[in-house]
């Protein structure tokens, strides 16, 4: 049981970042695109990007807490 639940755990890690990391890779040219309408709302995109990334990890691991 153990030896599944490790494998789950990791399954998700890599598809948590395999998923940031194209998010990463496509964002610089997304703010510049939105750069170009208003730099403020670039900034707040680009803040949500990474602090998206922390909250996907912070809301998993209060899931598995219960």
Do not use: C, H
């Amino acid at each position: 049981m153990s030896e599944d639940s490790n494998r789950s755990s990791a399954i998700a890690a890599a598809v948590i970042l395999l998923t940031a990391g194209i998010a990463f890779y496509v964002m610089p040219k997304i703010v510049l695109f939105i750069g170009g309408y208003s730099p403020v709302l670039a900034v707040l995109v680009g803040a949500l990007f990474v602090l998206g990334f922390f909250l996907v990890f912070w809301i998993r691991s209060r899931y598995q807490k219960r």
